[in-house]
C-alpha cells in the first residue's frame, strides 16, 4: 500500500545530542514538508524540498537540518543548537505541479521528540 | 508569503447543531487552493474538504461545506449535523497553484462536540 511512513513513533535524546528523524513516502511525491506542533499552536512549518536534491527553509528552520538525497526521503536533523526541541513533528508529501497541487497532502503517524 | 490565520482557538457545539469555523489568508498570488484538514485525537491528518480560488462555487463535501469569499480573503467551515466523531483539531490551509510549493497552516481551532 503506499503511504508515508514516519520512525520512530517516539524518541527521546538528551541535551547536546543530534538525532534524526526518519520520513519516507512511496507515493512518487516530489513534494516533502516538516512540520512542528506544540500543545496550543498550529502546524509549525521547518523545512520544504519540492525536488530532489533541493529543500528550502521554512518559517522555523534554526536548529535543524534536512537532506533530500532521493525522492522517498526526507530526514529531519534536531541539532543542539535546537533550544526547546520537545514537540510533535509530523512529515508530509504531496504532488507539487501546477493544478495537482490541489490534491491531497499525505502526512505520517508524527514522532513525538522529548529532551531528556 | 502567505499566512493563513484562524481566530478561534476553541470552540464548541452540542450534538446534531451547526458549527461555523473561521479562516483568514493573506496573499499575493491569485491562483492557489485553500483546504481545511482535520486532526482527531490519534493526531492523524486528514483531508476534509478543499477549494480552488478559480471556483466561484463553494465546496461541499456531505455535511461539510465552506463559505470561500476571495476579496475578504476568508475561508470558512461550516460543519451541519455535528457528531461525536468531528470532535478534533480542524486547521486551515494554503498552497499556491504556480510559485513555490509552500503548504502553509493557520494555528487550528480545537472543535469538542457535547452529546
Known amino acids: 500500500d503506499g503511504g508515508i511512513t514516519q520512525s520512530p513513533k517516539y524518541l527521546f535524546r538528551k541535551e547536546g545530542q543530534n538525532v534524526t528523524l526518519s520520513c519516507e513516502q512511496n507515493?512518487?511525491?516530489?513534494?516533502m514538508y516538516w512540520y512542528r506542533q506544540d500543545p496550543g499552536q498550529g502546524l509549525r512549518l521547518i523545512y520544504y524540498?519540492?525536488?530532489?536534491?533541493?529543500?528550502q527553509k521554512g518559517d522555523i528552520a534554526e536548529g535543524y537540518s534536512v537532506s533530500r538525497e532521493k525522492k522517498e526521503s526526507f530526514p529531519l536533523t534536531v541539532t543542539s543548537a535546537q533550544k526547546n526541541p520537545t514537540a510533535f513533528y509530523l512529515c508530509?508529501?504531496?504532488?507539487?505541479?501546477?493544478?495537482?497541487?490541489?490534491?491531497?497532502?499525505?502526512f505520517g503517524q508524527g514522532t513525538r521528540l522529548t529532551v531528556v | 508569503a502567505q499566512t493563513v490565520t484562524q481566530s478561534q482557538p476553541e470552540m464548541s457545539v452540542q450534538e446534531a447543531e451547526t458549527v461555523t469555523l473561521s479562516c483568514t489568508y493573506d496573499?499575493?498570488?491569485?491562483?492557489?487552493?485553500l483546504f481545511w484538514y482535520k486532526q482527531p485525537p490519534s493526531r492523524q491528518m486528514i483531508l476534509v474538504i478543499r477549494?480552488?480560488?478559480?471556483?466561484?462555487q463553494n465546496a461541499t463535501e456531505n455535511r461539510f461545506s465552506v463559505n470561500f469569499q476571495k476579496a475578504a480573503k476568508s475561508f470558512s467551515l461550516k460543519i451541519s449535523d455535528s457528531q461525536l466523531g468531528d470532535t478534533a483539531m480542524y486547521f486551515c490551509?494554503?498552497?499556491?497553484?504556480?510559485?513555490?510549493?509552500?503548504?502553509?497552516f493557520g494555528e487550528g481551532t480545537q472543535l469538542t462536540v457535547n452529546p
Open positions: 508530509a508529501s504531496s504532488i507539487s505541479t501546477g493544478f495537482l497541487r490541489g490534491t491531497e497532502a499525505f
Open positions: 490551509a494554503f498552497i499556491a497553484l504556480f510559485s513555490g510549493s509552500r503548504l502553509t
Open positions: 477549494q480552488e480560488a478559480y471556483k466561484q
Open positions: 507515493l512518487n511525491h516530489d513534494a
Open positions: 496573499t499575493s498570488e491569485n491562483n492557489y487552493y
Open positions: 524540498s519540492q525536488i530532489v536534491n533541493d529543500f
